[in-house]
């Protein structure tokens, strides 16, 4: 009996070891943060010039490892998605380095103030790289 409960607890710590592994290594993958953005005056050069102006201001943030902010290309592509006006992806160094980021004072600021007067809608994709 005590024979198995050893065994039984040697295979609970094995199995929570491999699991908080598991946890920590997706932790430290770089993660990229995608946003597609409509904006209140769909298809304004001038909408589109001053929000990617506004979220130049974030590029030097620590954690960066690349930032790219764009317009859209138009498709006639039946899954390609062309209705957004702007969209930004951003690739992080970890998880921890995302979420300061996006909960930065200066980046709320920026958000606040510069862009999400031009914004109508946002959709927010995150996804680690493998």
């Known amino acids: 009996m005590k024979h198995t409960l050893l065994i039984l607890q040697i295979v609970l710590l ?3 070891s491999v699991s908080s592994t598991t946890v920590f290594a997706k932790e430290n993958k770089k993660i990229t943060h995608v946003v597609m ?12 010039a001053a929000f990617i102006k506004a979220s130049k201001e974030f590029n030097n ?10 317009v859209v290309q138009a498709s006639d592509r ?4 062309d209705t957004f006006d702007v969209a930004v992806t951003v690739t992080m160094k970890n998880k921890k380095a995302l979420n300061a980021y996006l909960n930065s004072p200066k980046h709320k600021k920026i958000l606040k103030e510069k862009i999400k007067p031009l914004v109508n809608r946002v959709v927010a994709y995150d996804f680690i790289s493998e």
């Open 14 to 16: 094995s199995f929570l």
């Open 37 to 48: 953005v409509w904006l209140k005056h769909p298809g304004s050069q001038k909408d589109r």
């Open 61 to 70: 943030f620590p954690g960066i490892i690349n930032r790219h902010t764009g």
């Open 78 to 81: 039946v899954i390609v998605d």
